[in-house]
């Protein structure tokens, strides 16, 4: 189930959402989209990259018509994945782009942290979910210690993921993804 956990910098919980209108409202406010897609067919575990973007075209082609993405891809993480430590390491350092980073989540979840005016908004994307991050926000990602999602990605560039790092520490003072509230319920 996705959820919206907004802190202040130092940490302090401000607020918690989990209707989805609620997160993307609260998203919208300070420039980030949030919305559902839903697939246009059955896919099943062993789907192709191809097929998984056939599935979404229609959502697809509306944002690369939207914004001028280029490219579009999918990523794929799973528990033995043989880099999932560095990319994990990566990923969770603050960072901006020089364009938007959009991911769908066709499957799994991860949890991105998005930094704005004085507050942290923590986003659980689940299963279903859009994130777009406008070009320049620091944000920061977390996929967890054993990865488990499928994601389609949009890019303007040919260069894809390119971060610039902030080189600020404020990462490693919040929630990671296997922290007990993150964790679903058994």
Same mark, same amino acid.
């Given at each position: 189930?996705?959820?919206?956990?907004? !802190?202040?910098?130092?940490?302090?919980?401000?607020?918690?959402?989990?209707? *989805?209108?609620?997160?993307?409202?609260? /998203?919208?406010?300070?420039?980030?989209?949030?919305?559902?897609?839903?697939?246009?067919?059955?896919?099943? =575990?062993?789907?192709?990259?191809?097929?998984?973007?056939?599935?979404?075209?229609?959502?697809?082609?509306?944002?690369?018509?939207? !914004? @001028?993405?280029? %490219? $579009?891809?999918?990523?794929?993480?799973?528990?033995?994945?043989?880099?999932?430590? $560095?990319?994990?390491?990566?990923? /969770?350092?603050?960072?901006?782009?020089?364009? *938007? &980073? $959009?991911?769908?989540?066709? &499957?799994? &979840?991860?949890? *991105? !942290?998005?930094?704005? =005016?004085?507050? $942290?908004?923590?986003?659980?994307? %689940?299963?279903?979910?859009?994130?777009?991050?406008?070009?320049?926000?620091?944000?920061?990602?977390?996929?967890?210690?054993?990865? %488990?999602?499928?994601?389609?990605?949009?890019?303007?560039?040919?260069?894809?993921?390119?971060?610039?790092?902030? @080189?600020?520490?404020?990462?490693?003072?919040?929630?990671?993804?296997? =922290?007990?509230? !993150? /964790?679903? =319920?058994?």
């Amino acid at each position: 189930m996705s959820e919206l956990r907004i !802190y202040e910098e130092n940490g302090q919980p401000v607020a918690s959402h989990t209707r *989805f209108e609620d997160i993307r409202d609260q /998203l919208e406010s300070i420039g980030v989209q949030f919305e559902r897609w839903e697939a246009t067919r059955q896919l099943d =575990a062993q789907a192709t990259q191809d097929e998984i973007i056939e599935a979404y075209r229609g959502s697809v082609n509306r944002l690369m018509n939207q !914004y @001028g993405f280029k %490219s $579009v891809d999918v990523i794929s993480l799973h528990p033995a994945h043989p880099q999932k430590d $560095v990319l994990r390491s990566k990923f /969770l350092s603050e960072h901006r782009h020089d364009e *938007f &980073e $959009v991911r769908f989540f066709v &499957e799994g &979840e991860a949890l *991105f !942290y998005i930094r704005d =005016a004085g507050r $942290v908004h923590g986003v659980l994307c %689940s299963q279903g979910d859009l994130i777009s991050v406008p070009a320049n926000v620091r944000h920061w990602f977390d996929m967890g210690p054993n990865p %488990s999602f499928k994601a389609i990605r949009l890019f303007i560039t040919p260069d894809g993921w390119v971060a610039n790092f902030t @080189g600020d520490k404020i990462a490693d003072s919040f929630p990671r993804l296997e =922290a007990p509230h !993150y /964790l679903k =319920a058994a």
